[in-house]
């Protein structure tokens, strides 16, 4: 039997009309729980009768981070529409063939983006624009709020039932549309609620882009779950970032960002003298997270709460608590109350003792049915209900999570299995270095060896006869990168992840 959906914002719009849902920082923006409501009813009246969106139609986004993007979303649930965050940063190509695939009835979309919208509109003449202005100025987004109803009746949904559809990063072909359900973003909810502190007075900084499940599901729609308040900064930016989370008038209790958007902020200038302490989550997740970096933030007594996560997964799969975030130094820590996990060998049997590595698969109701039109992408990604994570893991013997490495990003040397996030733990021991990717590179005689590509901090030097000496001390020897290479910048994501496949095709 389907459990039926039921209006989070309306819930909390009577109990707490007064309480602030939402601050856009880039328009200096504020809306409360009974505006929030509001506009999002209206949001959603307007999308029925002026574009005829219903149950399981596709509304699309493209825009930067804003509590827009929040509203679209949950007057997404009124109806029963399934929302499609675009991920801005891709080109016009890459964006049609989505929308393309998603096949959405509306685009709703920053007017920063008006170019790559109209590209996208005249390879799809079908589908209608929706323009918004992320400073809430005159817009047709603002005019048909403001003309629409607030009454609404919501949809008859049930957890089973669409409410995300968002695509993967296509690091290997065409990005893949992972279906996200009702049910899947409560269980997330429910799953991160205790190890991560979830309240109805959690602060949420969200720093991540919101097309993107980390961004979405870690924290902001369990703030909104909560009755908490979401904070919403446009882009990423690493001293103001630091100035939030010291601000005593704010309070952020919450934040999760990617080891990278970590690092930038230890390089920061602030970071060693400002206080830190009202904050009570410190999510990390999304890559493989450097010891040295969890060490630098221990030593100012804050533990990183590493998780494992994906956006099939919705995304929590395992977490640390913050009181064992810095006893289980390295480890994604334990599965999820509803969350089922097994580490397997390469004919999927389950690996039968501790600290072997094998891929992790993953089982449970915060796991996605499958991906939008791709039957060949379901067959080769569930076994029996469970989804193959591509990652390279292990469990210790008290059933800790440890993630290794992306299995794509493993390489063999010499018939010995290497994993690049332990060789770059060992490079970031070097004070010298910013940032630091090691990849496999073709080799005659040992199929692949290790290229360290390496990016120093300002006003530093570093010889690579220095790196590769440090190296040879601390590896063996079919571990150790033969080549190393500067740059000065690596490729990044929007969420912050180093794009290994662009330095692998250099």
């Not at 890459?94 to 790559?116: C, R, S």
Request: hydrophobic share 40%; proline share 5%; aromatic share 8%.
């Amino acid at each position: 039997m389907s459990v039926k959906v039921y209006d989070w914002v309306a819930y909390h719009a009577p109990q707490a009309p007064n309480k602030i849902a939402m601050i856009d920082l880039h328009s200096s923006r504020q809306f409360t729980y009974a505006e929030m409501q509001n506009r999002a009813a209206r949001l959603a009246n307007g999308l029925v009768y002026q574009f005829g969106i219903g149950k399981g139609d596709r509304v699309a986004a493209l825009t930067n981070n804003s509590t827009d993007c929040l509203e679209i979303e949950f007057a997404c649930q009124k109806l029963g529409a399934i929302y499609v965050p675009l991920n801005w940063r891709l080109s016009v190509p890459e964006l049609e063939y989505i929308v393309g695939d998603a096949d959405p009835k509306l685009l709703i979309h920053e007017d920063v983006f008006t170019d790559a919208t109209l590209a996208l509109h005249n390879a799809n003449k079908t589908l209608a624009l929706l323009e918004l202005n992320a400073l809430g100025e005159d817009s047709g987004y603002e005019a048909l709020i403001e003309d629409a109803s607030t009454s609404i009746e919501l949809a008859e949904i049930t957890h089973d039932d669409l409410w995300v559809i968002m695509y993967t990063s296509g690091t290997t072909g065409h990005p893949k549309g992972a279906m996200i359900t009702h049910g899947m973003t409560f269980w997330n909810v429910v799953n991160l609620l205790n190890p991560h502190r979830l309240s109805e007075d959690m602060v949420n900084l969200c720093v991540l882009p919101l097309f993107h499940t980390g961004g979405l599901n870690c924290y902001s729609n369990p703030a909104v779950h909560m009755g908490g308040l979401n904070i919403i900064m446009r882009n990423f930016d690493a001293g103001e970032a630091l100035k939030l989370l010291a601000d005593p008038g704010i309070k952020i209790s919450h934040l999760i960002a990617v080891p990278t958007n970590y690092l930038f902020m230890s390089q920061h200038p602030t970071f060693e003298s400002l206080d830190l302490s009202t904050v009570k989550t410190w999510g990390i997740g999304g890559a493989p997270t450097p010891t040295e970096l969890i060490n630098i933030y221990r030593d100012r007594n804050i533990g990183l709460q590493q998780a494992f996560g994906m956006t099939e997964t919705s995304p929590v799969v395992s977490a640390l608590t913050a009181d064992n975030a810095l006893e289980k130094i390295g480890s994604a820590g334990l599965p999820a109350m509803h969350t089922e996990i097994k580490i397997v060998d390469e004919d999927g049997g389950v690996v039968a003792t501790p600290d072997t590595v094998g891929e992790l698969w993953v089982k449970g109701p915060n796991v996605t049915p499958g991906y939008w039109n791709r039957p060949d992408a379901n067959e080769s990604s569930f076994t029996d209900g469970w989804l193959h994570t591509g990652d390279a893991a292990y469990l210790d013997d008290e059933g800790y999570v440890y993630i290794v490495d992306r299995w794509k990003d493993m390489y063999i040397s010499g018939g010995e299995n290497v994993y690049p996030a332990e060789i770059e733990n060992v490079i970031y021991q070097l004070p010298e270095v910013a940032e630091v990717a090691v990849i496999g590179i073709a080799n005659a005689r040992r199929g692949e060896v290790g290229q360290a590509i390496i990016v120093v901090k300002p006003d530093a030097s570093l010889a690579k006869d220095t790196v590769l000496k440090h190296c040879s001390e601390r590896l063996a020897k079919f571990k150790q990168p033969q080549t190393v290479r500067f740059l000065d910048e690596l490729p990044h994501n929007a969420t912050g992840k180093v794009l290994k496949r662009e330095l692998r095709a250099e």
